[in-house]
């Protein structure tokens, strides 16, 4: 079932928003150079997250077209497995962890989980063994670092979010109506704003 040019007006703009949202970090990262130097292990690596963050999104795309922006239970865009749905998980949890690594990779328990986690996450996904706990660590460790790092209280915003995305989601599946499609979105891809915004506040504290 296809969604009507109404609903379509809704959706496609905020998966085009998700898919571009993480390049906010671009500029923030070279206007703050020398801050983040001094507080982060790697600010490189957050160059990398961003590519793969927007992977995830582009992949996300993918499927959602696949499935004529229709989201159901039965779809893979719902509770369904595929390649594209996989790909899409993946590219989210490896663009977190390269977040994590550029935050605190300069300890080996860190470069343990993330390299775990991204093997793990594969294999979860395809045995459908609790496929969403590795990105739910990822991003718990992620936050937590940020805040350590940044001492700003804004990045706890990013679990609001997380709550949000998750009930939208789920009313979602159970009333198969679009427009909860394009919360779910609008939620899952807006919670790393609040990471911008933490760091950029302390930079300029």
Same mark, same amino acid.
């Given at each position: 079932?296809?969604?009507?040019?109404?609903?379509?007006?809704?959706?496609?703009?905020?998966?085009? %928003?998700?898919?571009?949202? $993480? #390049?906010?970090?671009? $500029?923030?990262?070279?206007?703050?150079?020398?801050?983040?130097?001094?507080?982060?292990?790697?600010?490189?690596?957050?160059? @990398?997250?961003?590519?793969?963050?927007?992977?995830?999104?582009?992949?996300?795309?993918?499927?959602?077209?696949?499935?004529?922006?229709?989201? &159901?239970?039965?779809?893979?865009?719902?509770?369904? %497995?595929? @390649?594209?749905?996989?790909?899409?998980?993946?590219?989210?949890?490896?663009?977190?962890? #390269?977040?994590?690594?550029?935050? *605190?990779?300069?300890?080996?328990?860190?470069?343990? #989980?993330?390299?775990?986690?991204?093997?793990?996450?594969?294999?979860? %996904?395809?045995?459908?063994?609790?496929?969403?706990? $590795?990105? &739910? *660590?990822?991003?718990?460790?992620?936050?937590?670092?940020? %805040?350590? #790092?940044?001492?700003?209280?804004?990045? +706890?915003?990013? +679990? @609001?979010?997380?709550?949000?995305?998750?009930?939208?989601?789920?009313?979602?599946?159970?009333?198969?109506?679009?427009?909860?499609?394009? @919360?779910?979105?609008?939620?899952?891809?807006?919670?790393? *704003?609040?990471?911008?915004?933490?760091?950029?506040?302390?930079?300029?504290?």
């Amino acid at each position: 079932m296809k969604i009507d040019a109404k609903m379509s007006a809704w959706i496609l703009p905020i998966h085009l %928003y998700a898919l571009f949202i $993480p #390049l906010i970090f671009i $500029p923030m990262i070279n206007q703050n150079e020398s801050f983040l130097s001094a507080r982060i292990h790697d600010q490189q690596s957050l160059f @990398l997250a961003v590519l793969f963050l927007m992977a995830g999104s582009f992949f996300e795309v993918c499927q959602n077209h696949s499935d004529e922006w229709y989201v &159901t239970e039965s779809s893979a865009s719902g509770n369904g %497995y595929s @390649l594209l749905d996989g790909l899409f998980s993946f590219s989210i949890v490896m663009g977190q962890c #390269l977040i994590l690594y550029s935050f *605190i990779g300069d300890h080996t328990l860190i470069k343990c #989980l993330c390299f775990f986690l991204v093997l793990a996450m594969p294999i979860m %996904y395809y045995k459908k063994i609790l496929p969403f706990l $590795p990105l &739910t *660590i990822i991003g718990a460790a992620n936050t937590f670092s940020a %805040y350590f #790092l940044f001492e700003q209280e804004i990045v +706890f915003l990013q +679990f @609001l979010f997380i709550a949000f995305t998750v009930i939208f989601f789920n009313k979602l599946l159970k009333t198969e109506n679009q427009f909860y499609h394009g @919360l779910t979105t609008l939620f899952a891809s807006s919670g790393i *704003i609040f990471l911008y915004l933490a760091i950029e506040i302390s930079s300029n504290g």
